[in-house]
């Protein structure tokens, strides 16, 4: 596999052969749903290798395949498949290699609908699960059976920021031939290099960091060919949760300024933590590249930049506070979802009435006075002004 630079991934991988495109320097949106073939030997070579030639967008387009290139490039990654969400690419990458009777092994806190398809799905078929709490590397290897084939890994998750030694529980289950997936949304392939420390599948939101500007919902499952083609073969074409053509063209648009966006969160970020730490109504801030933050000698060793997204505890005596410091914010909008240009602000507990479904997995997980930002790139100045005048109506 040939290394690039970053610049060259972003701006040229995939789009070299500018002259096909009478020197159009954006790509072309190959918004076609089939591709025709000259002769019977070409259509008969596309459908013998459908992962690498264009017949049917469903398995292949032009415009994807640029974005492909790209993002299994940034993931250090010998392959890349898009699909139409992250939790796609997630389902993709942990069904692939399962049947009954098997086992998995998955992170106590992972993303709800993560642990909805461990929990609930997989067991439907016949998977069974253990979640733990795989800070500690040691509560993995106790969780093992002999039927354990998959270790689900989500570092830093994205409400309490938990970690996972990524090359330990690698090197754990490459002895064993137990196969590793990670949810790298939070970090980054920028910051977060998994598949360098013996990961196998590294899955990402693109939804987030990597389109940044909230107008698109996509996913990307990272791995070396073999796997990729296995999941091709398997999920990928049979459950057809692929990537527009169009939504992808917006992803690629959205990917060049990845490093400049989270060079500028990072920045804003220190500054925001900064304040709240230092303010008297705030309790705890949540964020895995403080120093203060349990896990923080892991973070330092096992990323190498930091993200926007930081969750507090809010010192008060009822949730009634929390929102009215939630409903008096002005610069952050309050919805879910997270890593675009805009700030934003989530009642985690706030808005989960205590008798959905929702909230049972989430049960004892999150303080009911715990509020999740997610900083974008407004001054940081505005923001600080803005959780100041709202922490004065806790
Ligand atoms: C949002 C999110 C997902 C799901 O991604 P979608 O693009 O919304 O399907 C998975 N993992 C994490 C950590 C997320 O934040």
């Not at 598949?195 to 990597?210: E, F, N, P």
């Not at 349990?294 to 330092?300: G, M, N, V």
Request: charged residues 20%.
């Amino acid at each position: 596999m040939q290394e690039h630079d970053l610049s060259y991934i972003l701006n040229h991988l995939g789009e070299e052969d500018r002259a096909r495109h009478r020197g159009a320097v954006a790509p072309p949106i190959y918004q076609s749903s089939i591709f025709a073939f000259e002769t019977v030997a070409r259509m008969r070579a596309a459908f013998g290798d459908e992962l690498d030639n264009t017949l049917y967008t469903r398995g292949n387009n032009p415009t994807v395949e640029i974005l492909r290139k790209k993002l299994a490039a940034l993931e250090g990654a010998e392959d890349a498949l898009l699909f139409g969400s992250g939790a796609a690419a997630i389902a993709a990458g942990v069904i692939a290699g399962l049947g009954a009777g098997d086992h998995v092994i998955c992170v106590q806190k992972p993303y709800s609908w993560t642990r909805t398809l461990v929990r609930d799905l997989l067991g439907r078929f016949g998977v069974s699960h253990s979640f733990v709490d795989a800070r500690d590397t040691a509560q993995i290897e106790a969780a093992l059976t002999p039927r354990t084939r998959l270790i689900v890994l989500e570092s830093p998750n994205t409400m309490t920021y938990e970690q996972q030694d990524l090359a330990a529980v690698a090197a754990l289950a490459r002895a064993r031939g137990i196969r590793t997936l990670l949810d790298n949304s939070y970090a980054t392939p920028l910051h977060q290099r998994a598949i360098a420390l013996g990961i196998d599948l590294v899955a990402h939101s693109a939804t987030k960091y990597l389109n940044g500007h909230s107008d698109v919902v996509a996913g990307v499952l990272c791995g070396s060919k073999t796997l990729i083609r296995e999941v091709f073969q398997g999920p990928y074409m049979t459950l057809g949760a692929m990537l527009s053509p169009h939504d992808a063209w917006l992803l690629i648009r959205g990917l060049r300024t990845l490093p400049l966006r989270m060079r500028q969160i990072a920045a804003t970020t220190a500054r925001v933590i900064g304040f709240l730490q230092s303010h008297a109504k705030v309790e705890q801030v949540w964020y895995p590249h403080d120093a203060g933050d349990a896990q923080h000698e892991l973070s330092q060793r096992q990323t190498s930049g930091a993200s926007g997204l930081l969750s507090f505890t809010i010192r008060c005596e009822s949730t009634l506070a929390v929102e009215r410091f939630c409903d008096a914010l002005q610069r952050f909008l309050m919805t879910v979802s997270w890593g675009g240009y805009e700030s934003l602000l989530f009642p985690v507990a706030a808005v989960y009435p205590p008798d959905t479904c929702v909230v049972a997995a989430r049960a004892g997980q999150v303080p009911v006075n715990l509020v999740r930002l997610s900083i974008g790139l407004e001054e940081p100045e505005v923001l600080i002004a803005d959780l100041a005048q709202a922490l004065d109506r806790v």
